[in-house]
Structures are given as structure tokens and as C-alpha cells.
């Protein structure tokens, strides 16, 4: 090997070691890497900076923008609840199949990771209100993401990496559905043993939270029914509002008529006016079912036009005005330019409606408010202590449709190439912020800038292996080990060899680091280096034995309260799966010759 080949090789091997131990973040180590080769000689500066040029980061930055966006609005919200059902127990098989088949599907079409980010917290909601654990069902989603995202060049931020590396090989670049065929049964039998394994091998979790939970205080809040509402004709037990886990429906009123006995089977209607008692968590959470809007929903109209509105919560102090006087009476809403949703009286469950309640000193409001309310009132003697709710953001549901209407359009522009996918996703990204829908400190939160810069740096690290002769050198060593297996044993050796890579670094390094080594084997076989190529989107993408071997296991690892050995127990038989499909199915679209 030649010097820069060792250089190469040890500056790789130090930056494995330092991801494996987790003792600093996996950018600053690739950074640290390509920074190296640099000093080195290995790579120029053009080289250093050709990763930050590529399409691929502009790409994957809107569509992370785009799933911030369904997030903050809501989008799809119904669609999601009801897929997972009203909180009714059926056989687990049967749940798993409504959380990861459509899962899969929807992740063909939106980034991973941006995808779990705004489906992880509504499976977590719905688990805690229907009294079930997440650990049954986060991992199972992450992977059902994670093989639906092998089905489309737009499904994973590492699939538009490779394409980028596809193009700067010579190669024609790949279209959105050209893995399709190759995806879509690894996708149907990856969910598919999902489904029969997860209840079996899967074992119930707790967070630390759930340890460390203190008494909960309850809330009161009035939710209503509006036109038009799914809960519209159903029973209550049919809404799935008969066993909600920390809340309790305690009050139905119909044309001024309090209803006593709310029984399971009592039918709800619109216009129904419904008084719910739990903990904040499950207040907040029901001001994101599907079906069911605050009763204060009307006085929201001049802070609909906020979209930096936010939930406080406020104690009312012992010399406010508010003191002996009610929310409907002292003008609550034009007094402070907020409305309240919800009240918690320490050891009193409050009677009849917010508006009419005789406010005392002590009482916790959770108020609706725009962005200055907290530091305005602060120091205000009306209140003892304001504070935002930091955990959990108001629905901007509003703006729900059109953020449907801009992800379904791009969809249909970049599947029927009527515009290319980093023009249309930008342009629908800025046309969000700019109609508001979105605000710049939204799209900034949305935006997981440790992928980006691994991304980026990932392309120097290819180039090096590349070009100091690395990947010649590895590509000679697999000939000579597996080249009496034929075509098809060095695919599966590639695939192997990458699946390995990306269990201990990231998606996008595996990739860089296993893409020239994969054309060179090719090349010394005298094979189409296309379906090397592709073998690389899915080894580096279908990771499914440790937490840290793709970004949505280590999202779902303590959202779950998972072990490092439970991703794996799941694990194995999914990448025993991959292993054996997809150097048959590969050959398929991308022949040898």
C-alpha cells in the first residue's frame, strides 16, 4: 500500500474506535477525520469542501422542514389516530400491523428520521392514554420505518447520499422508484416478521420518568365535539374515551343538560360539550385527538394569527384581581390576550363550566398565550410564578391541510419527475416559511444539523479511501477471499461487509466508506458495478441490531427504556432476512452484465 493508503487506514481506524466507545459526537470525530486527511496530504481542499456542496444535504434540510411542519400543524394527525384505534385492546398482531404497515409505507416518501421524529411522541401519547407500554411498539416502528425507507431514492437521507456517490462514479443517476422493486419485499416480509415476533421477543420497559414520577396534579379542561367530528353518533367507549390512562371523562353536557351517568355505551353528538379531569401530560394530549376541540377553540381566533403561541402555566398570587372573580367576569381572554384551558385546584375537582369558576388564590391556570405573556407577566402581582410548558407546543391546526396538500404535491412532482426533487422540496419548504405556516425558529428546530455535517463529511472520507489506493487494496483482499463464490457471494459479501460497517458507524460513513471498495471489487471481477452500488443503499440503511447503528434506534432507545441487547433480540432475524433477499432480488433490476 502507499503512504497515503496507511495514513488512510489509520485515520479510519481511530475515528471507528472513538464512534464504538461514544465518548464524543460522531461529528466532531468525522470532522476530525476529514480534517486529518487534510493536514495529511491525503485529500485537497476542493476535496474537504466538495461534501458541503452536494445536493443531497439541501434535500434532505427541506424535507426535514416538511415533517416539521406536519409536527407543528398537526397534519395527518387523523389519519394517525386512527390508524392506531380508539384505545381498544385487540391482539397485539393485530396493533403492530396498524402501527408499522402504514408506518413503512409513509416512509418511502418522507427522510426517516424527520419521520419518527413526528411519529415516535403521537405512538408514545397514544400508548400512555391507553394504559399501554411503548417499548412494545417504538422499536417495531423505527424498523418498520427503516425498511420502508429502503423502498424509494427519497426515503432516507443515506439513499440521496449514495445516488450523490452513484453520480460522481459515472453513473446515471438513480430515479425515485428505481429500488422499488427490491425494497417493497424486503419491506412486506421485514414487517411482516415484525408483526409475529415483536410480541414474543419484545419485553415490557419502563422509562426512567415512569419511575421517578411525582403525584400528579389534575386539571381540569372542557373539550367540545365540533361539526362534522368522527366521535360524531359513536359510544364513548367507541371514541375511545372509556379508558383513557390518567384522564377521566366526568362531565357530559347536551343543550344545557348535564348528563349524570356517562356510561360506556352512551352516544356522543356534536356540539357536546365534554369536562375531562387528569394529569397535564393527558390534558395536553387531548387537544391532539382527532374528533375533540377546546372549548375555548373560538376565543382563539387573534391568536390563531400567532403562530409562536405557546402553553404557561400560571399560579394565580394571593393580591391578584383575578381572586374571587371568574374568567368570564373579569375578562380573561381581552384582559391578557390568552385563554385558558385548563385549571387545577390542589385536592378540588372543579364543578361546571372554566368561564363560571370563582378563581381563589393558589389555583394553576394552563393558558393558551402568545410568545411575550411569560416575560410580561413574570413580575406581574396577578400572577405568583408563570412558566412555559417547554415539553409540549399548541397544535397549529389551522394551516393542517395545506401542509397535507404541499407533502401529497410532492409526492406527485418528484414521482412523476414533473420537477426535480431538490427544487420542489426547497420551494415548498420556503413557500411554508414564508406564508408563515412555519417560523424560522420551527424550521431551525427541525433540522437535525448532526446529520447534515456527517453527511458532509462522510464524502471526504470516501474520496480518501478512493484515492490513496484503500479501496484497491480491501477490494484485492475480498477477491481473494470470496471470489471463488461468484457474483452473487461478493454481493453478499459487500452487503455483509457494509451491513457490519454501519452497526458501528454512521449510515453515511458506512456508505462512504464502502462505496469505492464496492466498485473496486466489481471492477476487479469484471462485473456491473451498478448493483454493488445499490447492495450499499440497503447494507448501510437496514440496521436492526444495536441503538446506535442508525439515528431512529437511538431516538426510540430511551423513549422506550430500552437495553442495548433488546435491539438486536429483534434485530437478528431481520438482518438474516436482508442478508439472504437482497443479493437475489438486486441482480433482478441491476444484471451483473
Known sequence: MSVDAWITLGVITVAVVLLVLDRFN???????AVLALFVAGVIDEGQVLDGFANESLAIVAALYVL???????????????????????SRPYRELLR????????????????????LAPRVVRWCRRTGRSPSRYLMPLSYAIILGGSMTMIGTSTNLFVNDLIDKAGFERLSVFSIFGIGLPLAIGGVGLLVLLAPRL????????????????????????????????????????????????????????????????????AGDRLVFVGNLARVLDLHRMAGLVSAEAR????????????????????????????LKVSGFRRRYASAVVAIHRSGEQLKGKLGDVRLRAGDVLLVLAGPDFAQRYRQHRDFAVVAPVNWDRPLRGEHARVVEVCIAGLLV????????????????????????IVTLEDARRSIDATVLLLMATSFGIGLA????????????????????????????????????????????????????????????????????????????????????????????????????TDFARLGVPLTILVLVATPVLVPVFFPFH
Open 299 to 326: 376565543h382563539f381566533d387573534d391568536l390563531a394569527r400567532n403562530p409562536q403561541r405557546r402553553f404557561v402555566e400560571a399560579v394565580i398570587s394571593n393580591g391578584s384581581p383575578l381572586v374571587g372573580s371568574s
Open 413 to 436: 412532482v418528484a414521482g412523476t419527475g414533473l420537477m426535480g426533487l431538490m427544487q420542489a422540496s426547497l420551494l415548498l419548504a420556503f413557500g411554508l416559511v414564508l406564508a408563515k
Open 465 to 564: 479511501v478512493q484515492e490513496s489506493g484503500l479501496a484497491l487494496t480491501i477490494a484485492n483482499l475480498v477477491m481473494g477471499a470470496a471470489g471463488s463464490l461468484g457474483a452473487y457471494g461478493l454481493l453478499t459479501a459487500v452487503l455483509g461487509a457494509t451491513m457490519l460497517v454501519t452497526e458501528v458507524v454512521s449510515n453515511t460513513a458506512a456508505a462512504a466508506l464502502m462505496f469505492p471498495i464496492a466498485i473496486e471489487i466489481a471492477a476487479q471481477a469484471g462485473l456491473n458495478a451498478l448493483p454493488f452500488a445499490v447492495v450499499i443503499i440497503f447494507g448501510a440503511s437496514l440496521s436492526f441490531l444495536t441503538p446506535i447503528g442508525y439515528q431512529t434506534n437511538t431516538m426510540v432507545w430511551a423513549m422506550g427504556g430500552y437495553r442495548y
Open 67 to 89: 415533517a416539521g411542519a406536519a409536527d407543528v400543524t398537526g397534519a395527518f394527525e387523523g389519519v394517525t389516530s386512527r390508524l392506531l384505534g380508539n384505545g381498544a385492546r
Open 99 to 118: 402501527v408499522c404497515g402504514p408506518s413503512a409505507a409513509v416512509s418511502a416518501f418522507i427522510a426517516n428520521t424527520p419521520l419518527v421524529a413526528m
Open 202 to 269: 419484545l419485553r415490557e420497559r419502563h422509562t426512567p420518568t415512569d419511575s421517578l414520577a411525582e403525584p400528579e396534579r389534575e386539571f381540569t379542561v372542557e373539550m367540545t365535539i365540533p361539526a362534522n367530528s368522527p366521535l360524531d353518533g359513536a359510544t364513548v367507549a367507541e371514541a375511545g374515551l372509556r379508558n383513557l390512562d390518567g384522564v377521566f371523562l366526568v362531565e357530559v353536557e347536551r343543550a344545557q343538560k348535564v348528563l349524570a351517568a356517562i356510561g360506556p355505551n352512551l352516544p356522543l353528538a
Open 26 to 32: 460522531p461529528t466532531v470525530i468525522m470532522g476530525g
